[in-house]
């Protein structure tokens, strides 16, 4: 199938009205730098998830002008947590070219928005048609397998000759509704139907607007398709932290911006354990050897890191701390962001106070 069916937007946009997600916080808005931010967060991450970050860096940011100007650490401590922290430094890297090169306003064209930082074109089509009503395709990864079933389209929807077929489609199906399109409700609708209806399992084909041309449905491929993705090897890493307490203050490190966690404020890693002694001689000459704690394991998308935390307790007035580091008193810890397994680890060992 090569077209789409008449109709087929529209009834999109009328199931979304009538039965698509309605509750979500960034809805209801035009405001492009809400939605903007939603977008961003929703990338590679469930709406479930995204809510109470999204609610909570508003408050912190309630505009793009207090995201421009906040400081780095500040920004990436309201996302951690969320992973992928690639997008957060984005994130303020486009309020700032925003802010500075367009008067602290959006773009309202989809092409000028894909040329912010970490705008890409779906993301960019998206903001353009809920802020605006632009009318231009888009294909997340609920859209990537709606349009996989709809028109029988086999291979890896993320790899790049599938990916421009499933963009010939998306433009097709807009191209067949008419002038008249509600864009805001067709493309959450879109959206929605991923979500809720056109699943990775089990699809709802009984509910679905347009399961009666859906070619899938049609063939009775809908737990095939969309194609599976090559699955990578997925390796392992290793990695020892030092947890170094001195005079009620832990020594954090601060990651380089590439890489996991980038960024972040984290406990300091090393390789092998010669390095982390050789840390604690530097940082607490007077004390006794580290101790080993419990190892744990996290995950990441391409790989699983194995960390065992080592610990240090003395009394002695710490060394300075290098530029990227830095003694935080123990009840300060949640003020500087860390990554979550750290952010666990730290609070099982220093729990905050009740009452």
């Known amino acids: 199938m090569t077209d789409a ?30 939605i903007w931010l939603s977008e961003i ?47 957060a430094r984005n994130l303020q890297r486009c309020a700032q070219t925003v802010r500075d090169q367009h008067a602290g306003r959006f773009p ?19 903001i353009a048609a809920f802020a605006f ?54 493309t959450q609708g879109q959206m929605d139907l991923g979500a809720m209806i056109c699943t990775r399992h089990a699809p709802d084909c009984a509910r679905c607007p347009i399961a009666d041309d859906c070619q899938a449905r049609i063939q009775g491929r809908q737990n095939e398709l969309p194609s599976p993705r090559a699955r990578r090897a997925r390796g392992a890493r290793d990695g020892l932290m030092l947890i170094l307490e001195c005079t009620g203050r832990i020594l954090l490190h601060k990651r380089p911006p590439s890489g996991i966690w980038g960024g972040l404020w984290s406990l300091p890693q090393f390789d092998t354990l010669a390095e982390l002694r050789a840390a604690c001689a530097t940082h ?58 750290v952010a666990r680890l730290l609070a099982g060992l220093y729990p905050p106070p009740t009452g």
């Open 5 to 34: 069916a008449p109709g087929a937007a529209q009834r999109i946009a009328r199931w979304q009205r009538r039965a698509g997600r309605h509750h979500l916080p960034w809805q209801g808005t035009r405001d492009p730098y809400r």
């Open 41 to 87: 967060m929703l990338q590679q991450t469930q709406a479930t998830t995204v809510i109470p970050y999204y609610q909570r860096f508003l408050e912190a940011f309630p505009d793009v002008h207090a995201l421009a100007d906040a400081p780095t650490d500040a920004v990436m401590r309201a996302w951690a947590g969320l992973g992928y922290y690639a997008r």
């Open 108 to 126: 309202r064209e989809s092409e000028a928005l894909a040329e912010l930082p970490g705008i890409g074109p779906s993301t960019a089509a998206a």
């Open 133 to 186: 009503g632009a009318r231009r395709p888009i294909l997340d990864g609920n859209v990537r397998r709606v349009l996989a079933r709809y028109f029988a389209v086999d291979g890896d929807p993320a790899s790049g000759p599938v990916s421009r077929r499933l963009w010939a489609h998306a433009q097709a199906l807009l191209d067949a509704a008419p002038a008249g399109l509600d864009m805001r409700a067709y």
């Open 284 to 341: 607490a000459p007077q004390a006794c050897g580290p101790t080993a704690l419990a190892g744990f394991d996290h995950e990441f998308t391409h790989f699983r890191l194995r960390v065992s935390p080592w610990r240090l307790q003395c009394d002695d007035t710490p060394a300075d701390p290098a530029p990227d580091e830095a003694w935080v008193p123990i009840a300060q810890l949640d003020r500087h962001g860390l990554p979550a397994p």
